[in-house]
């Protein structure tokens, strides 16, 4: 009996161990865009620092010529601001030019984003996105993109870490699985 009561926790550990692998792998190539999921907006409108973390990684390689657009791509969170143009806003701030930002407030889940970021690449005549969000996030917006259709030809992690990723981690695996099962 006890071996029973071992096998989700242990099947959950090597689950997670799998996602940080494959989440902290980056892999640069060029891609038509790079989509950039929302997340929590600060009191003030600014971007979280998780979020910043992802927009940085993404400027980065906007900035290394990797591709020429920034999807970004959320919905109105609890705190009240529309996170698509927080996250233009932050870019825009940086030096990134408006015309090279695609604001996609509907984005309210990774769902919702990978099937906005296809049908916007699709009505462009592009092909290929670069994931740039949080290690543990980026299996499944990987999975996410590909089941909408989108070919996915780098990933970047943004390199910011917190305590709940500990919760967040093994969350993912479940998500992860649960995307997968899903069709």
Not at 33 to 38: E, H, L, R, S, T
Not at 53 to 76: C, E, H, K, M, Y
Not at 152 to 171: F, K, N
């Amino acid at each position: 009996m006890l071996k029973y009561l071992l096998i989700f926790p242990a099947t959950l550990l090597l689950a997670s161990a799998a996602i940080v692998a494959a989440g902290l792998d980056d892999q640069i190539a060029p891609a038509d865009m790079i989509v950039v999921p929302g997340n929590t907006v600060a009191p003030d409108g600014t971007p979280s620092p998780r979020l910043q973390a992802r927009l940085d990684v993404a400027l980065q390689q906007f900035r290394n010529r990797q591709a020429p657009r920034i999807f970004v791509s959320g919905g109105t969170g609890k705190e009240g601001f529309d996170e698509a143009a927080a996250m233009a806003g932050y870019l825009k701030r940086q030096g990134v030019p408006a015309a090279a930002i695609i604001e996609d407030n509907q984005g309210r889940t990774t769902e919702a984003t990978a099937r906005n970021a296809a049908i916007y690449l699709q009505a462009h005549g592009l092909t290929t996105a670069m994931v740039a969000t949080q290690y543990f996030h980026v299996p499944r917006f990987r999975l996410a993109l590909e089941r909408a259709g989108v070919t996915v030809s780098a990933q970047v992690h943004a390199p910011y870490g917190e305590l709940r990723d500990l919760y967040s981690t093994p969350r993912e695996a479940i998500g992860y699985a649960v995307y997968y099962l899903k069709k």
